[in-house]
Nanobody, 125 residues
Framework: QVQLVESGGGLVQAGGSLRLSCAAS????????MGWFRQAPGKEREFVAG????????YYSDSVKGRFTISGDNALSALYLQMNSLKPEDTAVYYC??????????????????WGQGTQVTVSS
């Protein structure tokens, strides 16, 4: 059984930093992709960042480019999101997602097979 478990969320002031972690159990995703999404109250779940070891690529949404960095171990059994220069509009529940056997990094929620339970990130102004 595949499980994704996020950690590292919390409350931080604007301009601060947080590092999210996601631990995968049950399988690794070295042939697929992993990503971070977020969902604020009343809004749709949106792509934040994604990574694929298979094609050696990372992708970021325009809203976080230059501030957030996605990384993972070689087997993609662990995923991280370093978030710097946080803004109040980054406040959301952040989800880890994974997809096996893909040659792209999906940017839509439907592109992922597995999801974590989410971790809350709150940025105060």
């Amino acid at each position: 059984q595949v499980q994704l478990v996020e950690s590292g969320g919390g409350l931080v002031q604007a301009g601060g930093s947080l590092r999210l972690s996601c631990a995968a159990s049950g399988r690794t995703f070295s042939r697929g992709a992993m990503g971070w999404f977020r969902q604020a109250p009343g809004k749709e779940r949106e792509f934040v960042a994604g990574i694929s070891r298979r094609i050696g690529m990372t992708y970021y949404s325009d809203s976080v480019k230059g501030r957030f960095t996605i990384s993972g171990d070689n087997a993609l059994s662990a995923l991280y999101l370093q978030m710097n220069s946080l803004k109040p509009e980054d406040t959301a529940v952040y989800y880890c997602a994974a997809r096996n056997f893909t040659v792209v990094v999906p940017t839509q929620p439907s592109g992922y097979n597995y999801w974590g339970q989410g971790t809350q990130v709150t940025v105060s102004s």
